[in-house]
């Protein structure tokens, strides 16, 4: 009889660890959930990663599931409504990358302020732009952060020592934080870090009417959640026509890949793919941690 299975995504965690801890079970590691049928009907677990879904049709293919681990934050393609009806438990680490995403932010706000993406473009075909890349000092900005979460935090505990001010956009929820009433920001702010969570309320956000408030100052805009918050369309046009000075979106997939291809004319554009947790010690971390929980809901062992 076959043994009960672990189910790992490509890249959401070392499946040599779970095979070396969790001997009472295979490990299958997968791309595509349709290539590991009869593992996946045998599946008590599944750690999941970004770009992967866990719904209805997904669940239908694992009738033994009882836990889906997510390393990281987002939950985005994974209905929780569904998995809880189920009895299926949801175990998430959102506090394990926010120092690396955040990372990734300040680099991009620096990178974006002093134009180099643009001018990195430009050499990439043969045309050399020094005096279209005159930056701005970062010390003078005033950055907007829209989301309060690990991430939020983070970014703003790296920022804030090299810019003018910093404030959040208001919320209820939001304690201890500078905040602004968010229809203020667009006319306040020089640069704008979204790290809002993929939900319904919060889809294509910034848009036409962002766009349209905040052209005055020609901001920065740096995408640190997901690219559902944003149209991606309307960001792109803007940067074109100059209402934006710099866009930087990091959590670019596969299918969104040809978004952002810049074309003959080089743009200050910083397009990366999801790597803003994409750092050794964090993956480490979240290696230990993703066995760790493992041992701890199916067996009873290890630390959460």
């Not at 599944?46 to 939950?75: D, K, N």
């Not at 997901?226 to 299918?255: F, K, Q, W």
Request: glycine share 8%.
């Amino acid at each position: 009889m076959s043994a009960p299975t672990i189910l790992v995504a490509r890249g959401a965690a070392n499946p040599n660890d779970l095979v070396r801890h969790l001997t009472t079970h295979d490990v299958y590691e997968f791309t595509c959930l349709s290539d590991v049928v009869g593992p996946a009907r045998r599946a008590e677990l599944i750690v999941l990663r970004s770009g992967i879904s866990l719904g209805e049709e997904q669940l239908a293919a694992m009738p033994l599931l009882r836990h889906a681990i997510r390393a990281g934050s987002g939950l985005d393609g994974i209905d929780t409504d569904l998995l809880a009806d189920r009895g299926i438990g949801l175990h998430r680490h959102p506090e394990a990358s926010a120092p690396a995403v955040a990372e990734w932010c300040l680099m991009a706000l620096l990178a974006l302020a002093r134009r180099v993406p643009l001018g990195a473009h430009a050499l990439g075909l043969g045309d050399h732009l020094k005096m279209a890349c005159m930056g701005r000092p970062v010390a003078s900005m005033n950055v907007a952060i829209w989301g309060a979460g690990p991430v939020g935090r983070a970014a703003a505990a790296a920022i804030t020592p090299l810019v003018a001010e910093v404030a959040f956009a208001a919320r209820p929820s939001i304690t201890g934080l500078r905040q602004l009433p968010a229809p203020a920001l667009p006319g306040w702010a020089d640069a704008h870090i979204i790290a809002l969570p993929a939900i319904a309320e919060n889809t294509a956000t910034f848009g036409a009417d962002f766009l349209r408030s905040a052209a005055r100052r020609q901001p920065l805009l740096i995408i640190a959640g997901r690219l559902t918050t944003i149209d991606t369309t309307a960001c792109l046009g803007a940067l074109a026509d100059g209402r934006l000075s710099g866009l930087a979106a990091d959590p670019v997939e596969p299918a969104d890949a040809h978004l952002f291809t810049t074309g003959p004319k080089p743009l200050n554009l910083l397009a990366t793919p999801h790597i803003g947790a994409q750092r050794s010690d964090v993956r480490e971390h979240l290696d230990i941690w993703v066995t760790e929980t493992a041992r701890r809901v199916l067996h009873g062992k290890g630390a959460a």
